[in-house]
């Protein structure tokens, strides 16, 4: 979920949706070599979901101007025309914080490596669905989820898989990137054979990949400090509202947080907290910056921050956590040491995790997940039911 820049771009906004949704052309998707099937038509196409990020300042605004449209993500009064108002106040600011990243994000980049690394182990261990190709589907930036798609029946595809990159189901980040897909799709003479990965918060890979992190983060601890560190898992905050109508990803974080203490035989003391709060409504809590100061006004000045619910660095770590908390709030409150733990990135375990998915997602061969068939029972979007008949 893109909360951080949400955060930092409405301040106090967060109201009930009108109407309204936008969709701007981007530039074709980019594609590795490594991912090339040669003359080979792909039988099997992977698009890896996820939110995307502006790759340099100059798609910032365009960026936010997707990000704020999407009704499925934030709802505004006359959503169409605040989105554009609001991408264009708040560019210059998220401009200035991608700067201090390195000129935008690199989540694309880090995708791309773990998608072809996830596709060679495909090939290797899945030769009846072979050839594998991977495709990447950002909701906000370039390549964009549709423009994928496109290229998908291009290249002939028979079966497409849509494999979220968000391992905990939420309806504002893999609802909003499946409801996408289905729009897409509409009035569309599609040739593909669809099924969904829609959440994975318990795969063994993952949490091993997790743990051997934090692991690594606690060995930079002085011994005599080590078994007094505080494990803080961080993970994207949420709206009580969405909450309340029965969104299953607070649970799922959890679930994850218990898996890797049981990876990590509950050696060290812990909290699940929430960071990326947007305006003054009620969100999941504890909030991360709050937790980090009360823990070290109690004496417990020693932490690791790891992010939970991100498969790679993006603003949300990059600058979140490792500026705004770790460097500079780390001062504040006269901590000791705050390490973060690395993020998966291009973990060889986490890759392999995510081809051993794949590989039982299709020996499986269910469309989706049991849990994804139920709607939050507070769901009032009927796109939420509609994109759902296609995986029945």
């Not at 109201?15 to 039988?43: F, T």
């Not at 907290?273 to 969100?283: N, T």
Request: aromatic content about 8%; charged content about 25%; overall charge positive.
């Amino acid at each position: 979920m893109a909360a951080t820049v949400l955060r930092r771009c409405l301040s106090h906004t967060w109201r009930p949706a009108l109407a309204g949704s936008l969709r701007q052309s981007a530039p074709a998707m980019m594609l590795s070599s490594s991912n090339d099937s040669g003359s080979r038509k792909p039988k099997t196409g992977i698009l890896f979901l996820n939110l995307g990020g502006p790759k340099d300042l100059d798609e910032v605004e365009s960026f936010l101007t997707r990000l704020f449209s999407d009704r499925d993500l934030i709802s505004l009064p006359f959503q169409k025309q605040a989105g554009v108002v609001l991408a264009k106040r708040r560019t210059s600011k998220i401009k200035a914080q991608y700067s201090q990243i390195g000129g935008g994000s690199p989540i694309l980049s880090w995708t791309e490596k773990q998608a072809s690394g996830m596709v060679d182990i495909l090939d290797k261990i899945s030769p009846e669905t072979a050839p594998h190709k991977y495709y990447v589907g950002f909701r906000y930036a370039a390549p964009l989820t549709e423009d994928a798609i496109d290229q998908m029946e291009k290249d002939g595809v028979e079966h497409a898989i849509a494999f979220s990159q968000y391992p905990q189901y939420s309806c504002t980040t893999t609802g909003s990137s499946l409801n996408a897909i289905y729009r897409h799709l509409q009035g569309k003479k599609s040739t593909m054979r669809w099924s969904a990965i829609d959440r994975w918060p318990t795969h063994d890979g993952l949490v091993e990949a997790v743990a051997g992190n934090i692991r690594q983060a606690l060995s930079e601890f002085p011994e005599d400090k080590r078994d007094e560190v505080v494990l803080l898992f961080s993970a994207h905050s949420l709206p009580m509202s969405v909450v309340y109508r029965g969104d299953t990803y607070p649970y799922e974080v959890a679930a994850t947080v218990h898996r890797v203490m049981e990876a990590l035989n509950f050696s060290h003391q812990y909290r699940l907290v929430w960071q990326s709060q947007v305006g003054p409504s009620q969100w999941l809590a504890p909030q991360t910056d709050q937790a980090i100061k009360e823990l070290c006004q109690r004496g417990q000045r020693n932490q690791v921050l790891i992010p939970i619910a991100f498969t790679s660095d993006h603003i949300e770590t990059l600058y979140e956590l490792d500026i705004e908390y770790i460097r500079a709030l780390s001062k504040e409150c006269n901590a000791e040491k705050i390490v973060r733990a690395s993020s998966l990135n291009d973990n060889p375990i986490f890759i392999k995790a995510l081809a051993d998915i794949v590989s039982d997602h299709l020996k499986d061969g269910k469309k989706c997940s049991r849990q994804m068939m139920m709607r939050c029972p507070g769901c009032t979007n009927p796109v939420c039911e509609s994109m759902r008949t296609m995986y029945k």
